[in-house]
């Protein structure tokens, strides 16, 4: 069992360009999650999902795009890259939500 | 919304001794308080959590406990040891979403 991955580990973006970061959970989780983090601010929710075909805003949506088509998969897409989305960017899933969340190994993700 | 707050941002001990991490919440409805434990490149994972209807829980050297009154929680380590050293995160969930908040993290670093 793979249990969560992300893709790529890494990534180098100019700004201005587009780039989505895979999540991928084989858990059969019906809530997902996108979290930055950032030195000194921990991390911080971007969006979620409660079950496929549902998403909502977190704390930090802006810029940030997701959609939860299946169970398995929840894509974060960056429309138009800028400096400040440098950072790490974890995605994380829940049996439901309000349960302990399982993250996945993280894309870090550099914006020049 | 959730509003967590973690002390200390920094914790340095001696190996054997005790450490303790305190945070609080706002939302009064939250029920739901996870540990993680962070290490250096890695995900975070969950180390320790406990919920609304127990005061105090304890698992081998670490235990958490929760004074709802007062709205807040700590972890507890006990008998530290340099494996300890990592960043470790609480968090609350509850109330309307049910959505993770987290604290900004606390380094804890063990000396040999």
């Known amino acids: 069992t793979a249990g969560i991955t992300q893709a790529p580990t890494s990534q180098i973006l100019a700004a201005g360009r587009s780039m989505t970061l895979r999540c991928t959970q084989d858990m059969r989780h019906n809530a997902m999650y996108w979290y930055r983090q950032d030195l000194g601010l921990g991390l911080r929710l971007i969006h979620y999902s409660n079950t496929a075909g549902t998403t909502g805003k977190g704390e930090v949506p802006d810029g940030y795009s997701v959609s939860r088509a299946n169970t398995d998969d929840f894509p974060l897409t960056l429309a138009s890259a800028v400096p400040s989305q440098t950072s790490v960017y974890f995605c994380?899933?829940?049996?439901?939500?309000?349960?302990?969340?399982?993250f996945g190994p993280g894309t870090r993700l550099t914006v020049l | 919304g959730e509003n967590v707050e973690q002390h200390p941002s920094t914790l340095s001990v001696q190996e054997g001794d005790s450490a303790v991490i305190k945070c609080t919440y706002s939302d009064s409805a939250s029920n739901y308080f996870p540990w993680y434990k962070q290490e250096l490149g890695k995900r975070p994972q969950l180390i320790i959590d406990i919920r609304s209807n127990v005061g105090e829980k304890k698992d081998q050297r670490i235990a958490v406990t929760l004074n709802k009154t007062a709205k807040h929680f700590s972890l507890h380590i006990t008998e530290t040891q340099p494996e300890d050293s990592a960043v470790y995160f609480c968090a609350a969930s509850g109330g309307s979403n049910y959505k993770l908040t987290f604290g900004k993290g606390t380094l804890l670093t063990v000396n040999p």
């Open positions: 994380a899933s829940s049996l439901e939500n309000g349960n302990e969340q399982f």
